[in-house]
C-alpha cells in the first residue's frame, strides 16, 4: 500500500513537470493543423513573373562550369540573368555580363510594387540580424519592404534581382514561435532533436506508460 501511494505521487509530480511542455505542443500542433501553410508563407502576396531556363551549351560561355542560366525581368523594361555555376554561388548580372549592382531604396520599392500586392512605400537595408530573425535562410545583404498602412506584412526583397525570397506576416512569426515551443530550440528555430526535446518526449512517454499502470494493476478504491 505505500509503494501504492508513493508510484502515485511520483507520478503525479512527473506529470505537474511535463504538463507545460505537452500543452505546447498540443497547442502548437493544433495551430500547425487549421492554419493553411500557404497562408503563412504570404505567398499569395507574391506576384508571379515570367522567367525562362535553359541550358547554357549554346551559348558562348565556359558551359562545364554551369548547371544554368535563367533570364527574369527586374525593373520595367529591365532584364537580368541568373547564372547558377556547379560549384559557386548563384551570380546576377546584366544581359551585356556586367555584375548586377544593388538595387536602390527607390528601386527596391518599385520592384516591390510590381512583385507582391503590399504597395510598399517604405524599405529598410537589412545586413545583419540574429540566428532567429524572420529572414534566417537568406544571404544577406536584403532589402525589406513594407506599407505604413500595415508594417505587419513585409517582403524580403534580394538586393540583385529583386526576387521576393519572403513574406512574413503575423501568421508566419505566430507559426515560428509555436514552432520554437514545439521544437524546444529557442536560438535558430531550425534544430530538431534537441536535448530539451529528447528529454521531455522521454519524460512524456514515461508519464503516459506510468498512468496505464496505475489504472490497469491499482486497486479501484486508489483509482
Known sequence: MKKQRLFRRWHRWLAVIT???????????????????????????????????FQPASLTLEAGEISGLRIIPRLPGEWVLEVRPHDADIKWLSLSGDPLPALTRDQALAVGSLRTDLAP??????????LAAEYRGRPLPLWKVYSSLDASTVAYLHVSSGE????????WRWWDFLWSLHIMDYDDRDTIGTLLLKVFSVL???????????FILLPKKFS
Do not use: K, M
Request: aromatic share 10%.
Open 19 to 53: 504538463a507545460l511542455q505537452l500543452l505546447a505542443w498540443t497547442a502548437s500542433g493544433v495551430f500547425f493543423a487549421f492554419v493553411d501553410i500557404n497562408y503563412v508563407r504570404g505567398e499569395g502576396r507574391v506576384i508571379p513573373i515570367d522567367g525562362q531556363y
Open 204 to 214: 512524456a512517454l514515461v508519464t503516459a506508460v506510468a498512468g496505464i499502470v496505475l
Open 164 to 171: 521576393v525570397v519572403a513574406i512574413r506576416n503575423t501568421a
Open 121 to 130: 512605400d517604405t524599405a529598410e537595408w537589412v545586413d545583419s540580424g540574429p
